[in-house]
């Protein structure tokens, strides 16, 4: 039960209780298990997995929903035209070819091509001086959103960049930045964006990674395979980094929740937050907010293609004023993470 409400504690204390907050759908499903089967023998003990599924049901429209088939509104005056938001964490366009496919970097731009959103928010956002890799300069040439905010933390040789990207179809007023450490790519960059009579704020965080590596990746897929020593030491290292990372994140999203509150427009707030809907991170982000997923998604909605499954961990919310509708996953496979998409309008104060 306690893996429902891992978001009542700051990771920065109880680290460890937000771990098991990722293992909640395994949890719940076999807590169902528990109660068909004890119920079934008429075991007294039955009323302890039913308990726990009362209180935790009220959790499970943060990690599915059923089909929500919401269209566009009706037009009433005031009312801003759609805007089409898209979320993606691009893996720096599969710089190092992971995905062993020398292609991949020409699908993602097609993609981005087919979508043409009018808000597009890119996380592992990576340019180069070098011709074959001006994504920047490509970027700028394909997209109806001609207007960027784009944000390089880390610079090597005067050529390479690495960061984060926001590309709008309207113009774009005031650009600013939340870094949270200059030493890496994660970082939050908020765009206030004009639409004609009204301003928007578009926040785009990519929050701290778990930076596990190839062989925690290959240790998680071989579970139960490996010798005991090397179970144990594998074990310990993914903690550590996990601890490291909850850490962090919940310092990042309080940054993050602040600044929205000083907002003095309608706000979108994009991203890869590296963590899941039942988090501290999302709990705080989110607050005041509505989610797109959960307005108008359906199914897990997961948002990481990696060898962990079921992960929602990229997020479109956006304050009440916008209506969204349409939210969307397309099906592909270009990086360890799948684009999102939604539709909205600004309805009038």
Not at 87 to 116: A, C, G, M, P
Not at 285 to 312: C, H, K, N
Request: charged share 25%; glycine share 6%; hydrophobic share 40%.
């Amino acid at each position: 039960m306690l893996s429902a409400y891992v978001s009542m504690f700051n990771p920065a204390k109880y680290w460890f209780i937000a771990i098991t907050g990722l293992g909640f759908p395994i949890l719940f499903a076999g807590n169902i298990f528990l109660l068909i089967i004890w119920g079934m023998r008429r075991r007294k003990l039955a009323f302890l997995p039913l308990a726990v599924f009362v209180l935790t049901l009220m959790k499970i429209p943060a990690i599915y929903q059923m089909d929500e088939s919401r269209k566009k509104p009706d037009y009433i005056e005031g009312q801003s035209d759609e805007l089409k938001v898209m979320s993606y964490n691009v893996r720096l366009f599969d710089l190092y070819n992971w995905t062993h496919n020398i292609t991949t970097k020409e699908e993602i731009f097609r993609l981005l091509d087919r979508q043409k959103p009018d808000i597009l928010c890119l996380q592992e956002f990576y340019s180069s001086e070098d011709k074959n890799f001006e994504n920047e300069k490509r970027l700028r040439e394909d997209l109806k959103a001609q207007y960027a905010h784009i944000e390089y933390p880390i610079t090597l040789n005067k050529t390479d960049h690495w960061g984060i990207a926001t590309y709008s179809s309207n113009p774009i007023i005031n650009k600013g930045v939340l870094y949270f450490d200059k030493r890496t790519a994660n970082i939050c960059i908020f765009t206030d964006i004009n639409l004609g009579t009204d301003t928007i704020r578009v926040y785009n965080c990519h929050l701290e990674s778990v930076r596990f590596g190839a062989a925690e990746y290959k240790f998680i897929e071989n579970l139960g395979n490996e010798q005991d020593d090397e179970t144990v030491a594998r074990t310990r290292n993914i903690l550590k980094r996990l601890k490291i990372a909850f850490i962090k994140r919940a310092a990042q999203a309080d940054m993050i929740s602040k600044h929205i509150g000083t907002s003095p427009y309608p706000v979108i707030v994009c991203g890869d937050f590296n963590d899941t809907s039942l988090s501290y991170t999302y709990k705080t982000i989110s607050a005041g907010l509505l989610d797109a997923f959960r307005e108008s998604g359906s199914g897990m909605g997961s948002t990481y293609t990696g060898p962990i499954p079921g992960l929602r961990i990229d997020y479109i919310l956006h304050s009440e004023r916008f209506y969204s509708y349409d939210f969307e996953i397309p099906n592909s496979r270009l990086s360890d993470h799948f684009p999102i998409l939604t539709h909205m309008v600004l309805q009038p104060k």
